[in-house]
Nanobody
């Protein structure tokens, strides 16, 4: 079993920055990919960014390219999301995801952290 704990959300003004953290813990497990999703009120959950553990390649949604950066600390099984130049439309609950293998159909999810960007 894997547990994911997110932190770092909060209220920020437009143009500001936040850094989200997601720490994975549990019995020995492999990490294939970790990712950040978000869900705004009345909208579907959408992918924001993901990082493949080896070799550390990243993929971003077009809406956040150039503003958000995903990174990882492999020794701590932790992923970060640095969010700069935040916009009101970035307001959402941000969720962390972990998948253990490329063929796994099961995703571990965190509990979510609220990010609110005021105009």
């Amino acid at each position: 079993q894997v547990q994911l704990v997110e932190s770092g959300g909060g209220l920020v003004q437009a143009g500001g920055s936040l850094r989200l953290t997601c720490a994975a813990s549990g019995r020995t497990f492999n990490v294939y990919v970790m990712a950040w999703f978000r869900q705004a009120p009345g909208k579907e959950r959408e992918s924001v960014a993901r990082i493949y553990w080896n070799p550390g390649s990243t993929v971003y949604a077009d809406s956040v390219k150039g503003r958000f950066t995903i990174s990882r600390d492999s020794a701590k099984n932790t992923v970060y999301l640095q969010m700069n130049s935040l916009k009101p439309e970035d307001t959402a609950v941000y969720y962390c995801l972990l998948r253990t293998t490329s063929t796994s159909t099961y995703n571990y999810w965190g509990q979510g952290t609220q990010v609110t960007v005021s105009s």
